[in-house]
């Protein structure tokens, strides 16, 4: 694997500013990996740990400092992902990718730490909701060999030595992984006609129209909220046109001093729900042919970190 152009400080030991110039890099396939942001850090802090317990000598025999980080980052997660499996066997409800803000966000000061991993995340279609929602079906070797090969380009080679597996057993792995994730349509609709849909359900939302939530929902529409046991969520999803419009329609009228904000959420449009400035949930949105298909509501508040205003 190669290793990235520097983009540290030139002060710096070249060396020094080669290996900190993976850290973003690290983070954004960390992310794609888990679907957690908080885990994804954990992941680059624990692989600059091994790094660093190395002697001087040892760093200087890597010829390939990007790719040895990269391999690192890629094992633990790979660990990661195995006893992941088990612990959500045991999860309240629903699990549901941690949701991350537009960077954009960060960087202008909404939250006031430009330093949070997610400004570190890059924004793209591979980790819209839809797409990291459909990789917690694939095999933990699957999910690895498909995220380096599609997503980052890395040749079936350097992911061998990731997996433990032949290059031909990686290439069957990603295969596999491919044809699992054809049913993630890709958008037929355009952002600004996608941010239209979701703008006119807050709204709808907000007024407790019912029938006017109805003629925005897709008649086999699918919501699933994660609370984690934390907060209140329904435990399973909720099918159907009118009865996903009931059960938003319920939630409006039951809270009280609610604000819904129209922010982008894994890089699509999406919602915020907060009350005095604390956001209660995050909601990710498919919308196709000006249909929204299905509704991801993050509730757990160790998932909403990135959200604190």
Known sequence: MSTRSPQGDDRLD????????ERRALINLAYRLLGSLADAE???????????AMTPARQEAIASPGGWLTKVASRICLDQLGSARAR?????GEWLPEPVPDRTEWISGRSGNVADPADRVTLDESVTMAFLVVLESLTPAERVAFVLHDVFRYPFNDIADIVGRTPAACRQLASSARRRIRDVRPATSTTAQRAAVVSDFRQAWEAKDIKALIGLLDPD????????GIVPAALDPVRGGEQVARVFADIMGKETG??????SVN??????????GITLSVLAFDVTDGRVQRIW?????????????
């Open 14 to 21: 070249p060396s020094l500013s080669a290996v900190m110039s």
């Open 42 to 52: 954990d992941v680059v802090q624990e692989t600059y740990a091994r790094w660093y």
């Open 88 to 92: 959500r066997e045991s999860y309240v």
């Open 221 to 228: 529409v699918l919501a699933i909220a994660d609370g984690g």
């Open 258 to 263: 609610l604000s819904i904000q129209e922010r």
């Open 267 to 276: 890089g699509q449009p999406g919602l915020v729900m907060q009350r005095e």
């Open 297 to 309: 509501a993050v509730r757990n508040p160790d998932k909403l970190r990135p959200w604190t205003v």
